[in-house]
Nanobody, 124 residues
Framework: QVQLVESGGGLVQAGGSLRLSCVASARAFVNYAMGWFRQAPGREREFVAAISWSTTSTYYTDSVKGRFTISRDNAKNSVYLQMNSLNPEDTAVYYC?????????????????WGQGIQVTVSS
């Protein structure tokens, strides 16, 4: 069993920045590719960004490219999402996910573990 705990969310004005963190309890954190997803009210959970275990591969949904950066520190069992130039459409609950294997995965159905989610609200 892997536990994921997100932090760093909150309220920010449009154009501002936030950095989300996710700490995993996994002994073999490097065995997992990691991803960030978000879910706005009345909408399905959608992919935001993913990173391979080795950090050499990252992938982003088009709407966040150039604004968000995913990274990980395997020594700290942590994955991060730096979010810049935020806009109100980024408002959602953000979830950290872990999937066994090396590759980046964009389909939430393949993920094995999820954090509890953290609210990000961007005001206009």
């Amino acid at each position: 069993q892997v536990q994921l705990v997100e932090s760093g969310g909150g309220l920010v004005q449009a154009g501002g920045s936030l950095r989300l963190s996710c700490v995993a309890s996994a002994r073999a954190f490097v065995n997992y590719a990691m991803g960030w997803f978000r879910q706005a009210p009345g909408r399905e959970r959608e992919f935001v960004a993913a990173i391979s275990w080795s950090t050499t591969s990252t992938y982003y949904t088009d709407s966040v490219k150039g604004r968000f950066t995913i990274s990980r520190d395997n020594a700290k069992n942590s994955v991060y999402l730096q979010m810049n130039s935020l806009n109100p459409e980024d408002t959602a609950v953000y979830y950290c996910g872990a999937v066994r294997g090396a590759r980046t995965v964009t389909d939430p159905g393949y993920y094995d573990y999820w954090g509890q989610g953290i609210q990000v609200t961007v005001s206009s």
